[in-house]
């Protein structure tokens, strides 16, 4: 048994690449509105109350089907496994744009809901 394994991709890279990106997008726009609610202090703490989740619950540790029940109800709706599982469409199935569309919209809705509710906290917090 050879001691590394290569990873061989079916799919496009460029396209595996979109839901990913949009997923480091939206945590710049939760970090925007976590800064904004939070002082220096306190995000520590809370930062880490959204990384455990979308490590345990984001589908790339191990299958989110192992976890069942409540928590994989949980985690199917919260953006983190359907970035990962779009990604993983593409690579390992050689999905396309099209195929992904679904999962890509779960991300950007999020993206966009944690960019405006960043936005307004940030002009609320700097009006006063």
């Not at 979308?54 to 949980?74: N, R, T």
Request: a negative charge; charged letters at 10%; aromatic letters at 12%.
């Amino acid at each position: 048994m050879p001691l590394f394994r290569i990873l061989e991709i079916s799919g496009n890279i460029g396209i595996a690449l979109i839901p990913l990106l949009l997923m480091a997008i939206c945590f710049i726009g939760l970090g925007i509105f976590l800064g904004s609610l939070f002082n220096e202090k306190q995000n520590g703490g809370i930062a880490w109350v959204v990384i455990l989740p979308a490590i345990f619950l984001g589908d790339v540790m191990f299958p989110i089907e192992a976890i069942g029940g409540v928590f994989q109800d949980i985690g199917e709706a919260l953006p983190f496994a359907h970035a990962s599982q779009a990604a993983r469409d593409v690579m390992m199935e050689g999905a396309g744009f099209g195929d992904i569309t679904a999962d890509l919209g779960w991300v950007l809705g999020y993206t966009l809901m944690f960019f405006v509710l960043g936005v307004l906290c940030f002009r609320w917090r700097t009006k006063g």
